[in-house]
Nanobody
Framework: QVQLVESGGGLVQPGGSLRVSCAASGFTFRSYSMNWYRQAPGKERELVAGISNAGRSTNYADSVKGRFTISRDNLQNTVYLQMNSLKPEDTAVYYC???????WGQGTQVTVSS
């Protein structure tokens, strides 16, 4: 079955960096675009970044442009989100999503605080 497993979250100081990963299984990973979403307490889940199946096309929320980078490794069936210059407002649970399959991971907590 389709499975998405996020990892790499944690506590980081403002201005710091963190990379979260999403390991995919149960489907032909290289054939599908992938997204990262996040949900902060009391807020709706929002799209952070997306990447096409071959990785040639990416898109970002305005709030993270220039700070976050989405990438993927189709040999390792993994999608990444590199987060730099982190701000307290980036604190959220980050979710991996395969939009055409309607699949979601369990999420990984990212907390930006001094």
């Amino acid at each position: 079955q389709v499975q998405l497993v996020e990892s790499g979250g944690g506590l980081v100081q403002p201005g710091g960096s963190l990379r979260v990963s999403c390991a995919a299984s149960g489907f032909t990973f290289r054939s599908y675009s992938m997204n990262w979403y996040r949900q902060a307490p009391g807020k709706e889940r929002e799209l952070v970044a997306g990447i096409s199946n071959a990785g040639r096309s990416t898109n970002y929320a305005d709030s993270v442009k220039g700070r976050f980078t989405i990438s993927r490794d189709n040999l390792q069936n993994t999608v990444y989100l590199q987060m730099n210059s982190l701000k307290p407002e980036d604190t959220a649970v980050y979710y991996c999503n395969a939009p055409h399959l309607g699949a979601w991971g369990q999420g990984t907590q990212v907390t930006v605080s001094s």
